[in-house]
T-cell receptor, first 113, second 115 residues
């Protein structure tokens, strides 16, 4: 079963707007990662944030992590039509996780021109 | 560097048959993980191999098995196929040397349809 939940399940915005997706998880983690998937294809790694980090930036992406609330958010600024995809958060368990990614249900983002 | 490759890309099998999927990781990567993606259950971890050893396993029945070869290429096998095994099977490789995990690089997946 999945580690946690993501919300919203679907998000529809106009180009240029910001998109925020949230993720909650249940157990202690080593790190949390965000991935993007276009139309049932392979996943593309976006950003990794470790359990001792609170915020991380990469280009138009900003990720926050609150381990006390077991939650994370992904902000995409100035969205483009090419950002249309499904976005997944994935956690790696604190102990013995190695490369075991536990995925959330994902958020389907649609960016309209 | 070439990315993660998976073969075949599409497969149609009949209930009761078995299937073998192949994954070639990025050159130099020693860790290979497998995931199943379905509309109902989402993305679920199957197992991970590192240096030819299964290091982690998800909650799947014994019909799902895998192995890794000395060149890090991996195969997964599903025996006695059921309709519910229809899914996108994703393989991912990672370049970690050991210990804490890093980002994973995913292949395009194998779409398995069981009829």
């Amino acid at each position: 079963s999945q580690q946690g939940e993501e919300d919203p399940q679907a998000l529809s915005i106009q180009e240029g707007e910001n998109a925020t997706m949230n993720c909650s998880y249940k157990t202690s983690i080593n790190n949390l990662q965000w991935y993007r998937q276009n139309s049932g294809r392979g996943l593309v790694h976006l950003i990794l944030i470790r359990s001792n980090e609170r915020e991380k930036h990469s280009g138009r992406l900003r990720v926050t992590l609150d381990t006390s609330k077991k939650s994370s958010s992904l902000l995409i600024t100035a969205s483009r039509a090419a950002d249309t995809a499904s976005y997944f958060c994935a956690t790696v368990p604190f102990s013995g996780g190695y490369n075991k990614l536990i995925f959330g249900a994902g958020t389907r983002l649609a960016v309209h021109p | 560097k070439a990315g993660v490759t998976q073969t075949p890309r599409y497969l149609i099998k009949t209930r009761g048959q078995q299937v073998t999927l192949s994954c070639s990781p990025i050159s130099g990567h020693r860790s290979v993980s497998w995931y199943q993606q379905t509309p109902g259950q989402g993305l679920q971890f199957l197992f991970e191999y590192f240096s030819e050893t299964q290091r982690n396993k998800g909650n799947f029945p014994g019909r799902f098995s895998g192995r890794q070869f000395s060149n890090s290429r991996s195969e997964m096998n599903v025996s006695t196929l059921e309709l519910g095994d229809s899914a996108l099977y994703l393989c991912a490789s990672s370049g970690l040397a050991g210990g804490s995990s890093y980002e994973q690089y995913f292949g395009p997946g194998t779409r398995l349809t069981v009829t």
